[in-house]
């Protein structure tokens, strides 16, 4: 059943023409999930992506046919050598800046920006595919990316909830305030690991604050630990992270 697709790995027109449209539609739809949500790089940006590596791929093939058909006397002459993988190779190298572009650290020591970087390099690696013409893995990896970037947040958001090891952020008046924190925290019978305090240099409103790395008792709601924590009249925020 495959057999028809064999034409399609040619470099033919037809072929440059439907590898081309497939880098924008998949690398397009995947943007567009990302856009949604607001995220940095959006639906033009993994468009784009996907398509530069596609035009990469379908260069380096282009080249290598050129240079084993019409230009191969020359090529012989001047001792010219093609490696098709190396256009793909600098490809995934160079996602790697335009990923780390999109990871910030924030103040309350969260990163962000790690999935939006995930999901650049992933589209990165479809479209060589794509150029390539592996159809097969195309219609799969585009599914299976698709697939972690909009089912699975719920799976993960549903796994952090029922975690026993969390993160919170706090913001307070004094740093006097942290001992009445801790006390209340350690009234819950949960166990803290580390608390790292910013004397509110950093923070926008002047605030000291602290992000506690903690342990809640088996089947212990986090929503019960924020609020409790919440009441103390010396908290201004506090979240988890």
């Known amino acids: 059943m495959l057999e028809i697709l064999d034409g399609l790995r040619e470099l033919g027109f037809l072929s440059v ?6 880098a924008m539609l998949f690398g397009g739809f995947i943007g567009f ?5 607001r995220r940095a790089a959006g ?3 993994y468009m784009l992506v996907c398509l530069g590596a596609t035009l990469t791929m379908l260069l380096g093939q282009y080249e290598y046919q050129m240079l084993t ?6 090529a012989a002459e001047i001792g010219t050598r093609v490696d098709v993988s190396r256009f793909g ?13 999109t990871i910030i650290v924030t103040g309350r020591q969260e990163v962000k920006g790690l999935t939006t970087a995930a999901g650049l390099w992933a589209s990165a690696c479809m479209g060589l595919a794509i150029g390539a013409g592996f159809y097969e893995c195309v219609g799969l990896g585009f599914a299976l990316i698709f697939l972690a970037i909009r089912v699975l947040p719920a799976i ?9 090891n969390m993160n919170i952020y706090v ?8 001992g009445a924190i801790i006390n209340r925290i350690k009234f819950l019978g949960i166990q803290i690991f580390e608390v790292d305090i910013d004397r509110g240099h950093e923070n926008r409103f002047g605030h000291p604050s602290a992000v506690l790395t903690i342990r809640l008792q088996k089947g212990q709601p986090h929503t019960t630990v924020l609020t409790s924590i919440s009441e103390l009249e010396t908290v201004y925020t506090i979240e988890e992270i």
Not at 69 to 74: F, K
């Open 17 to 22: 023409f439907l590898r081309l449209t497939l």
């Open 33 to 37: 999930e990302r856009a949604r949500k």
């Open 43 to 45: 639906f033009r940006t």
């Open 69 to 74: 058909g019409p230009w191969a006397e020359t």
């Open 89 to 101: 190779a600098q490809v995934i190298n160079g996602i790697g800046f335009l990923g780390a572009g």
């Open 156 to 164: 993960e958001v549903a796994i952090v909830e029922s975690a026993r």
């Open 171 to 178: 913001e307070f008046q004094t740093l006097d305030d942290v």
